[in-house]
């Protein structure tokens, strides 16, 4: 097996060092990826942070592209050369989650993931003879990843490695949001509060699904104007949100709320912005101790909260139809990589997310 290069976080809030890792031989069901890029995601910076415990030593990233270098016995779907773009929720299809529709909540999937390596909960990395975990069953920031089959979605071979990415967190989690999970209708308001790469894929989502008004929330000048690049008809900042929302629909409120900021301002004006009856849809999140506190009577009235982590996925539909919208010029990827960096850049690059400099930074491997 190669040798790979890979960012490895040893300890919490330190810097990740670029190390070189042994990668253990292929089980039966692996697939061997080349990575050839993979993003940097909030969800990283949280385990870098700290506020999401993962085991260490990790490799971490999550939202990668890459081409299939070699099968485990008995993978039939996919051949080598193959263009894949990863998911983070493998899951067994057969477990009570998985028969009701809820891959991700899948058995298997929450059973083996504290322990923070492969989906069958061992290891497929080691340095030094020490085993390396691999956050959220992939760890994209390494040249190569072992991931089960199922994690690997083989995409059109035109899909760019850089945008092909995007697809498999960021992108997926935002559209599926305003396309499925909300069940956005046409003709409806849509409201998106953040406009971080979930929620400008949010945007996307709803006018994808039909949405005549689309009102995106964001304190940050630039990315008010980069949403309605991508589709926003209307772009505020926080404080006025709830009240644009309702001047503009004879005062009842958005038909649905897309929450995808991850604060408590978020989650408190999504359910004051949403009319009654309505959906809002939470994706972001706080520390999972933390406290929201609501006013009660912005949660009446036949309001319907759902909270997703990956906006409904069905990666092996959703990936291939993502990167065919892409490449049909439906789907506006280009506007989201503020950077491409390599591998030996990844610390200042998530320094830079911090910052909120950057949409999308990305890691190219050559
Ligand atoms: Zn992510
Ligand atoms: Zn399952």
């Known amino acids: 097996?190669?040798?790979?290069?890979?960012?490895?976080?040893?300890?919490?809030?330190?810097?990740?060092?670029?190390?070189?890792?042994?990668?253990?031989?292929?089980?039966?069901?692996?697939?061997?990826?080349?990575?050839?890029?993979?993003?940097?995601?909030h969800t990283d910076l949280e385990a870098i942070e700290g506020t999401l415990a993962v085991a260490l030593p990790a490799v971490l990233g999550h939202e990668a592209a890459g081409e299939v270098a070699e099968l485990g016995p008995g993978v039939t779907n996919l051949r080598p050369g193959d263009r894949v773009v990863l998911s983070w929720n493998p899951h067994c299809g057969t477990c009570f989650y998985c028969e009701h529709a809820q891959p991700i909540l899948c058995?298997?999937?929450?059973?083996?993931?504290?322990?923070?390596?492969?989906?069958?909960?061992?290891?497929?990395l080691s340095c030094d003879a020490v085993p390396?975990?691999?956050?959220?069953?992939?760890?994209?920031?390494?040249?190569?990843?072992?991931?089960?089959?199922v994690s690997a979605v083989r995409v059109p071979d035109a899909m760019p490695f850089d945008r092909g990415a995007l697809l498999g967190c960021g992108v997926m989690t935002g559209v599926g949001a305003a396309t499925r999970v909300a069940a956005l209708r046409w003709g409806d308001t849509a409201m998106v509060i953040g406009c971080g790469a979930v929620g400008l894929s949010a945007v996307q989502g709803s006018v994808l699904a039909g949405a005549d008004t689309i009102i995106a929330v964001d304190p940050n000048p630039a990315r008010r104007a980069l949403a309605q690049d991508l589709g926003a008809t209307h772009a505020v900042e926080p404080g006025e949100a709830a009240d644009v929302?309702?001047?503009?629909?004879?005062?009842?409120?958005?038909?649905?709320?897309?929450?995808?900021?991850g604060a408590t301002v978020g989650f408190r004006l999504s359910v004051e912005a949403v009319r009654p009856g309505g959906q809002v849809v939470w994706l972001g999140k706080v520390g999972v101790q933390q406290e929201v506190a609501f006013r009660w009577g912005s949660l009446m009235q036949e309001?319907?909260?759902?909270?997703?982590?990956?906006?409904?996925?069905?990666?092996?539909?959703d990936f291939p139809m993502l990167?065919?919208?892409?490449?049909?010029?439906?789907?506006?990827?280009?506007?989201?990589?503020?950077?491409?960096?390599?591998?030996?850049?990844?610390n200042d690059g998530f320094a830079a997310l911090k910052r909120g400099e950057t949409v999308r930074s990305v890691v190219m491997f050559p």
């Open 1 to 41: 097996m190669p040798k790979a290069k890979a960012a490895v976080l040893r300890q919490t809030g330190a810097p990740m060092t670029i190390e070189t890792l042994e990668i253990g031989r292929l089980a039966p069901g692996d697939v061997l990826v080349r990575i050839r890029a993979a993003s940097l995601c």
């Open 107 to 124: 058995a298997q999937y929450l059973a083996n993931a504290a322990a923070g390596f492969h989906f069958d909960g061992t290891p497929r």
């Open 132 to 149: 390396v975990h691999q956050l959220m069953y992939l760890g994209s920031f390494a040249e190569y990843c072992i991931v089960p089959e």
């Open 245 to 261: 929302a309702r001047a503009l629909t004879q005062g009842r409120g958005a038909d649905v709320v897309i929450e995808a900021a």
């Open 303 to 317: 309001k319907r909260i759902t909270r997703s982590s990956y906006g409904g996925a069905r990666p092996q539909q």
């Open 323 to 346: 990167a065919r919208a892409y490449l049909e010029g439906r789907l506006k990827l280009d506007a989201m990589i503020s950077a491409r960096i390599p591998l030996e850049a990844i």
